[in-house]
């Protein structure tokens, strides 16, 4: 019996050995994954004192404390990881939501949200924090660093929200700022504006120094405007060469205007282009809450209608809306939407100005001008539907369409009266740039069969491609398919004289402000002296416009033009009347 109670102690005693073993290597594999945790861990016992946690926990503390927390009370520490007021809030209805029970306040009655929560550490990381209460009493608090996830959500929110080129807010996060800013104005009873921007002539840039070249000028551009605001006030980019502008609490529209005056002085001074500097020109429109509008659409339309009128203004310049600029839109919107169908339905025609030659005293050249009876509209002249058929994409069909039938026309009244008149045909910067201009003209010389030596291609001094080279390429094709080149409004614009030295420019019409009082004012004599001399030295034929007396057309005439038009020789005519017009010029002769 002796002998079996030894057994059975030896046995009991190895029993504990493996048992504390076991216990020993179960608390180690604990300590190990405490310790390999990505998170930082603490456990708390049922006295609330810290009695395991691991490195990353111990960051959350100073350095001279890291290695004085065990033992601790959790009231102590509760301090590190408390929500702070931003947080409060930010969890305000998950806290309300959350039972707090006596155990869950500490020695100052904080309240410990149930429910996970973020703070910023001393470090500016973002941390998730889960504070739970077990049953067996025991507490435990994961810290979880959620740096890299918030880094990467704050990223996504601002590709979505950002433009990425310029870096400026987008429309979607302008439209939810002004949502909130006229909300803001409604309650606080203030006004604010809505600020369209367009850049003047953007495609040229993109034609000189190619679409990298446009992308480092609307950089330039954005970095310009982002200097010209005030701190509260918004600028975004809707695309393109657009840009748009919210500028918050203002008491006057003249605080406006010199904002946006400032704006436009800052963006002539010039924006760097691959170290060139580039002179850059935008046409402004604005829209005030509430006198324009109440909503956003409104607003924004607005300041749209506002910025049209500004480039029809002449550019670089800035308007405010008005209900007369709506009453101009609502005529502009119903040409839009007549014009899709006007050519089907044949309400073009063409009228046709005679130019009078002072060296055989005859009619040699006739204009075409296009002319639109709507029977909506009325009568509507080229200025008023033009613009609107270049950016609806109509123009190409519309200019095939008047060359054709006006070459057609004029090859019949040549046959008839048994000589080779001119036909002058109007172009546009547009055409010329976004057209295969060359190709179209040779197809309408195979078809109506007219000489292009009778065809004379005119374009205004004011919109001359001096700095386009896809608009030049094309007057210099067309001139080597034998038709000239003619410079209209010459003298009002700032068109480099350099532009006489050019092979394909074989005459100008001088503007009619340069004429006007040629009889008794002794500068536009002076002036016009000038530019005919200019002109002959390159032999460029100089014709005079704007013709309304027979003083003026004589005074021209000894000053040595070549021509002239205008109302006083013969105003516009219907074709009909001009073939009357040269078959009697032909029995008189």
Not at 31 to 42: M, R, V
Not at 110 to 117: F, L, R, S, T
Not at 153 to 164: C, G, P, Q, T, V
Not at 326 to 349: P, Y
């Amino acid at each position: 019996p002796r002998f079996a109670s030894w057994i059975i102690l030896w046995v009991g005693y190895f029993k504990l050995r493996i048992l504390k073993n076991k216990e020993v290597k179960s608390r180690k594999r604990l300590e190990d994954t405490i310790k390999n945790l990505n998170q930082g861990f603490a456990l708390f016992d049922k006295k609330e004192k810290l009695v395991v946690c691991n490195e990353k926990y111990k960051k959350m503390y100073p350095p001279e404390q890291r290695n004085k927390l065990l033992g601790k009370r959790f009231s102590e520490l509760w301090h590190t990881f408390k929500p702070s007021v931003a947080c409060e809030s930010k969890h305000q209805a998950v806290a309300k939501k959350s039972k707090i029970s006596s155990e869950q306040r500490d020695s100052t009655d904080d309240k410990i949200p149930v429910e996970p929560y973020e703070i910023t550490d001393r470090y500016g990381r973002v941390i998730l924090i889960d504070n739970q209460l077990e049953k067996s009493g025991n507490r435990v608090i994961i810290f979880t660093d959620i740096t890299p996830q918030k880094q990467a959500e704050k990223r996504l929110r601002h590709i979505a929200s950002h433009d990425n080129l310029t870096g400026l807010p987008n429309r979607s996060y302008f439209i939810e700022r002004l949502r909130s800013a006229i909300a803001d104005s409604r309650r606080l009873n203030t006004k604010l504006a809505v600020i369209f921007f367009d850049l003047d002539n953007f495609k040229k840039v993109n034609d000189i120094y190619g679409h990298s070249g446009g992308d480092e000028l609307l950089k330039g551009v954005a970095h310009r405007l982002r200097e010209c605001i005030r701190e509260n006030d918004t600028i975004a980019r809707l695309g393109g060469d657009e840009f748009i502008g919210l500028f918050e609490h203002i008491s006057t529209w003249k605080e406006v205007s010199t904002s946006v005056s400032r704006i436009i002085e800052s963006l002539k001074s010039g924006v760097s282009i691959r170290n060139t500097r580039q002179i850059i020109t935008t046409s402004i429109g604005i829209s005030i809450f509430p006198d324009d509008g109440n909503n956003i659409d409104t607003l924004l339309t607005n300041a749209d209608i506002a910025c049209y009128h500004a480039k029809n203004m002449g550019r670089n310049n800035y308007q405010f809306f008005t209900e007369d600029l709506n009453k101009a839109s609502d005529k502009q919107r119903q040409i839009e939407n007549h014009l899709n169908h006007a050519l089907n339905r044949d309400e073009f025609s063409l009228v046709y100005q005679p130019q009078l030659n002072f060296k055989t005293g005859y009619f040699s050249d006739t204009e075409a001008l296009i002319r639109w009876k709507s029977p909506n509209l009325g009568e509507l002249s080229a200025k008023d539907f033009i613009p609107f058929a270049e950016s609806s994409g109509q123009m190409n069909a519309l200019s095939r369409w008047t060359l054709l039938t006006a070459c057609r026309e004029l090859n019949s009244l040549n046959a008839q009266v048994k000589t080779a008149i001119k036909l002058t045909i109007n172009t546009s910067l547009h055409e010329l740039e976004t057209e295969n201009i060359s190709q179209k003209i040779k197809d309408i010389i195979r078809l109506s069969k007219f000489s292009p030596s009778n065809i004379v291609i005119e374009l205004n001094e004011s919109i001359y491609p001096s700095d386009s080279l896809r608009a030049a390429k094309a007057l210099q094709e067309l001139s080597e398919l034998g038709l000239s080149v003619s410079l209209d409004n010459f003298g009002r614009g700032s068109v480099s004289l350099k532009a006489l030295e050019v092979s394909y420019i074989t005459r100008i019409k001088i503007s009619p402000s340069l004429t006007d009082e040629i009889e008794n004012n002794p500068q536009q004599l002076r002036t016009v002296k000038a530019i005919i001399a200019l002109a002959h030295t390159y032999s460029i034929q100089v014709i005079a416009t704007g013709v309304e007396r027979e003083s003026q057309l004589r005074q021209l005439e000894r000053l040595g033009c070549d021509g002239a038009q205008g109302h006083y020789i013969a105003p516009p005519l219907s074709f009909e009347a001009l073939e009357q017009l040269y078959q009697t010029t032909a029995q008189q002769a």
